[in-house]
């Protein structure tokens, strides 16, 4: 038999513990808190407010009832009325007739024209740590809430509390994991024996020590973000973050948002609050990647968090203070984009306090031979052979090869070749590349006349090198040696397949 001392309620809450706490998604975890105390409670209306430590104030994350949209509009400051009050003292607190209350704020109520009785408020914890408050307002039927109503709010607070803290807990640990993976990946160290590399290597090492500003230069794929890694890494903000926002990748505005975050609605697409790299990488590590693609309106802002450490996220009139080191990197030349007009001076100089400058791998021809048995060892376990090794003609290709894709071309060709080779000697046959005569094209053009042997030699030399520069009009002009312009009139000449026309 059941005790009838017992609130029945209590038995909902126990069906619903085991539920709330199983979801481990944070906002599916905030919109199940809001749905389960309007239902356990059988409340008019309610909401979820979480408190933002940087300003000091909270805002609706969630809410039910009629006026549900409008109220997520608001922000309040902490020890405001009665949510902000609760947030600051971490009491439970109910509020019978909030007409005869001067904690009320009774701004939201009116502007929304949502007619309010009575509130019962109760905080969301962390610790001891408040970290926002559930608020319910009025029961469905209309009567002002009861007493006897808090003692299972204040148990609910205490299980909402643990069903956010948890779904938090594993947010964290997806991103630490794979924060540690990316780690895990950069432990490759730098590879390299050329006076090039070492000194490459020993001005990051210098430079690691301090919070200098660095730019780093380097043809795609010569390891800019490798020795951006490294310098974070062995540096003393090795235990807080680093963070890589690839500039090229984004439209401005949501390289904005991605680096300073944005408040709820402030462009279309902006459904939630979102919290920017600059705030996540606090006390550690921007790594401002193709840098050179940063918009003008965007690099007077990064220029402003470079020299003052402030920002406003997109959307919010209140700047946040951070403590980041910044590193940036580009495949142009920066100095040339000043002065072509498309780089900002100033932001130029604030970035290039130091400048490491990485050579490219043709011009670094030492490495070559490190660099391959380093990837050997990285990929032969894929063969399950430890006996694999280069044939001495395969070596000479790779030393004699001009290395546009530089590091990563390399590291990719031999992959290719250890998946791809048949036999535990890796033959010039088996790179992608292979300077091996195919054939006899001389023979196969007996007959022709001259000009047209030539046509044909010119029309699938130049397709074969587009092809290897993945289409690039640009980058098959600087291997061949000739201008883009020329190139581009030999393109449609003899109708050949770029990137653009593919
Ligand atoms: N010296 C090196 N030793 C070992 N691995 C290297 C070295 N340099 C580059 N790599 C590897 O080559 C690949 C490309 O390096 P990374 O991404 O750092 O180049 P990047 O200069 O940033 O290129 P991009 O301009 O295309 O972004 C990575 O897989 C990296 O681990
Ligand atoms: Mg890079």
Redesign the pocket.
């Known amino acids: 038999m059941q005790n009838p001392q017992v609130d029945p309620r209590v038995s909902i809450l126990k069906d619903i513990s085991p539920l709330l706490t199983s979801v481990l998604d944070t906002d599916s975890v905030l919109e199940m808190i809001i749905e389960s105390v309007t239902r356990l409670m059988e409340a008019k209306a309610s909401s979820l407010l979480l408190v933002d430590k940087n300003r000091n104030k909270l805002y609706f994350q969630v809410a039910t009832g009629e006026k549900k949209e409008e109220v997520k509009k608001f922000e309040i400051n902490m020890g405001q009325g009665i949510a902000g009050h609760v947030a600051l003292t971490g009491k439970p607190l109910l509020v019978p007739d909030v007409s005869k209350d001067s904690r009320w704020d009774r701004t939201i109520s009116e502007a929304t024209g949502f007619e309010t009785r009575s509130i019962a408020c109760v905080p969301i914890t962390s610790g001891k740590e408040v970290i926002g408050v559930i608020q319910i307002i009025d029961r469905e039927d209309g009567q002002a809430i009861r007493e006897s109503d808090m003692e299972i709010m204040s148990h609910f607070s205490e299980l909402a509390s643990i069903a956010i803290e948890r779904a938090r807990t594993y947010k964290d640990m997806v991103n630490e994991n794979i924060y540690l993976k990316k780690e895990l990946?950069?432990r490759?160290?730098?590879?390299?024996v050329s006076k090039a590399?070492e000194k490459v290597i020993a001005d990051a090492v210098k430079v690691a020590n301090s919070k200098t500003t660095t730019l780093i230069s380097?043809?795609?794929?010569?390891?800019?973000?490798?020795?951006a890694r490294l310098i974070h890494k062995i540096g003393p903000r090795r235990k807080k973050k680093l963070m890589v926002v690839n500039c090229a990748a984004f439209s401005d505005t949501l390289l904005e948002s991605e680096l300073f975050g944005h408040e709820k609605g402030s462009f279309t697409g902006a459904i939630s609050r979102k919290t920017g790299v600059l705030e996540i990488a606090d006390g550690g590590t921007l790594f401002l990647?193709?840098v050179a693609e940063m918009s003008p309106s965007m690099q007077v802002k990064v220029l402003r968090v470079i020299q003052e450490g402030t920002f406003n996220r997109v959307g919010s009139p209140h700047p946040i203070q951070v403590d980041i080191r910044v590193i940036a990197?580009t495949?142009k030349n920066l100095y040339e984009e000043v002065h072509d007009g498309r780089f900002r001076e100033d932001l130029y100089y604030r970035l290039n306090v130091v400048h490491l400058h990485?050579p490219p791998l043709r011009e670094r021809r030492d490495?070559i031979a490190v660099?391959i048995q380093?990837f050997l060892d990285k990929y032969k376990t894929i063969r399950g052979t430890s006996n694999l090794g280069f044939t001495v003609s395969a070596y000479e290709v790779m030393q004699n090869y001009h290395w546009p894709g530089?590091?990563?071309e390399l590291?990719n060709a031999v992959e290719r070749a250890v998946v791809m080779g048949s036999t535990e000697e890796i033959g010039p046959e088996d790179l992608p590349f292979s300077v091996v005569p195919s054939g006899d094209p001389a023979g196969e053009l007996l007959g022709c006349t001259l000009k047209e042997a030539l046509d044909s030699f010119k029309k699938n030399f130049l397709q074969r090198n587009l092809d290897h520069q993945g289409g690039s009009v640009k980058e098959t002009a600087n291997v061949l040696g000739i201008q883009r312009t020329y190139l581009s009139r030999l393109i449609s000449k003899y109708g050949l397949t770029t990137k653009r026309n593919r």
Do not use: F, M, Q
């Open positions: 990946e950069s490759y160290e730098i590879v390299g590399i380097g043809e795609s794929g010569t390891g800019k973000e490798l020795v990647d193709e990197a495949n990485i490495d660099l380093h530089n590091v990563r590291e």
